[in-house]
């Protein structure tokens, strides 16, 4: 995409509940530099931009890079690449909808595209990461929710009305599935995010009898970290979690491959961190379940991104393709 | 893709296992003129070509379109785009695979290009049909199998290996789901083709105890026709059937559109006949179970093609994009 870019700079914004995190980037992927401020300080949405617009023209003027902004790109939930807009049902501290894109480039005087953060992180790692290279892949990203970001002949799927790429919400527990925070039951996201496994563990632990270094906490707080932590330190209760959440994530996938039949899978976010525990029952599940042309094609990728910039990258890659 | 065409006719042809059709189709879609032969008279391929040779020369020279060729589209099963190859897992009386956009170019001296069924399908109705000018659109084709084609950002999605868009296998019941013919458990296909409605029927005849007309039938032979028959004559169990099948599709579509985010879908073949009885509760079980952001968005309709010459005219349109 970088090709057709005039400046030799963008800026990437990745647009949280809690912190908004952004960052100078250039063509090769480098984060020049970057910064951050708290979301939720301010209660106009104006205030906000403000002060976005102070702290990252500090670092723009730091940086030498005045005049070299090639464009500006958002990762935000709910956003909506088409319209520019913030939809409604997010976690952030104004009145929905928001017409974010609009704000920003009229503020800055540089065209800015926004996308949701799953689609952010998809564009990333075509641009930046394991995905490079590649037209056909689908990205998951695996943290309180579940995310995703479908590429297909080297393009992002918006869908016809920008809200597509929400595997997060396919139903794989079609009876008696748990409730979702979307107002549904059964949903991916119910499962293989952090909170589901979080909740997996409370499942496990009230049904079954057998001991388990889980026991010694707070069933209440239970987080994905401790489920890992009690794994590693072998407990075998806590593998078992990771079994059955990658089992339903491999299930899903070979789903999604009747779809797109994709070179690869990108997982990405806090799940992966837990290695062969999650990986191995995915891959597994997967080659179980995928239709037989498909078995042993499709690759089954962790991002190389470091996370801390992999937001900020992936939101600074849509910068390359803003329309003047 | 017409206004890149520089000749004014193209010949479509649609391989099924039984019959092989076949037509001139103009640019409007008009066909010209049409004929079939007998797919499975010839032992050797090249017979079979040959056969096809003479006696779609013997149209063409009929309606003075010699010359006038831009090229031959093939709809057929398990075709792959990509490769120009029939793959393995047809039913077909020549060995697999089979390089039949090659055999077919040089018999004729005309470029040829090939697809599967549903993907043929797809591409007429976006050129032709209900589809005209929609950009994101899934064909979903039911008949003996269930079928799919799926158009995003105006082009046919092939994914990395020409195989995407098999809906028809994605996962449905998850548990104690019925064998597919490919080889999984629970696929949408075993459920929604005229298949699967016949062998509904048979599993509710045995488990229920209710009168039904259909129990004055040999239950074995029992065909989705005669369903359709008992159910227009009001018949309550078979009507409940199709609630069954429809609802299992509405909420498969209901998934799907968490992918793509589709302006619509296009429901295609025999099945589609039954109109409310099939269309009303695929309608209500997709708007029950999809997102609350894709409700009363996504059209759901039935194919306007004639179905006579809809395979042949979904076949041909593969013939404006040839490459010489």
Redesign the interface.
Known sequence: MANLATKPYVIGIDMGGTNTAFGIVDARGNVIASDSIKTGKHSDINDYIDELYTEITRIVEANDAVGKINGIGIGAPNANYYTGII?D?VNLPWPTPIPLAELITDKFGIPCVITNDANAAAIGEMTYGVARG???FIMITLGTGVGSG?V??G?M???????????G???????NGRMCG???TGCLEAYCSATGVARTAREFLDIRTDDSKLRELDADKITSKDVYDCAVAGDKLAKEIFEYTGTILG?AL???T??????AFVLFGGLTKSGDLIMKPVRDAFEK?V????KG?VKILISELKESDAAVLGASALGWEVKE
Not at 157 to 167: K, N, P, R, T, W
Not at 169 to 175: A, G, S, Y
Not at 291 to 294: D, G, S, Y
């Open positions: 939809e049902g590649m037209k056909d479908i297909i002949n393009q799927v918006y869908g016809h009305d920008g809200f597509a790429g929400e595997l919400h396919v139903v794989m527990k079609r009876n979307c107002g549904r299930e070979a789903d999604f009747t779809f797109s039949s994709p070179e379940n239709m037989k042309v498909f094609k």
